[in-house]
């Protein structure tokens, strides 16, 4: 017994609350900061591509650590001579990711809230008339199977894929929309950019998407819907011209075959409207009839 004592002792000092550091309010403020930034690091990786690259990181970083354990002297000296380079190098395999991460994170809403880069107006971007044109424009095309790609902007200028197509400034209506994307029609090929109540280019080329899960059935025209929603807080509406389908790409997100409600709503919430406009738009969405 009296070899334990020494022991408990010990044990004592190490549970006792005096080791315990003394802990101020900026303390848990970092601790909460860090658990933000690793809580969104995680959720970065598993969203992209970086998940796979990780896991092969991790296995050599397992290899490294035998090495070390049972003094492989010619693998630690290898390890040691190329980590510069092996951060280089990781630095240019997840460019893309990193990149789009960046982007992602200069688009939160916390940012804009605190650092006025852009000077954006608390007007509504579009009027119910806009918003009205464009969900009775695709849901017609779909009928007739007409493709169309429709890019609603938002917040994040449009400006460098505006310039890839011909410009419109028109204002919006159905009879527009179905008219630009009929077949045959100069100006079908491609996407239109919604800014306001106008149409401010046509023909427009957007970035395809690189998602994997994207399910091999969708074309180009989902592609490009989807790459530009990764890349700006855009709404896109595409219409296939194989089913006749409405989709919508939101946030990186693809929403296949949705009603007319469920596109209302979503260019509901773009519309900034005042909050007793959506109070009211709520109430009525709770009780009223659907359109």
Known sequence: MMGFEPFIENLKKIISFDSIPRMVVTDYVEILIITVLIYEVMVWIKNTKAWSLLRGIVVIALFIIMAYIFQMNTIIWIVRNALNVAIMAMVVIFQPELRRALDVLGRKNILHSFLSFNSQSYEERFSDRTMSEIIRASYSMGRVRTGALIVIAQNDPLTDYERTGIELDSIVS????????????????????????????????????????ISKELGTRHRAGLGISEVTDSLTIIVSEETGYVS???????????????LREHMTRLQNKTVEERRFLFWKGKGGEKS
């Open 174 to 213: 159905s009879q527009l929309l179905i008219n630009i994307f009929e077949h045959n029609t100069p100006l079908h090929d491609g996407a239109i950019i919604v800014k306001g109540n106008r149409v401010t280019s046509a023909t427009c080329y957007l970035p395809l998407s690189d998602n994997m899960s």
């Open 248 to 262: 919508v790409a939101y946030e990186g997100e693809l929403f296949r075959n949705v009603e007319a409600d469920f």
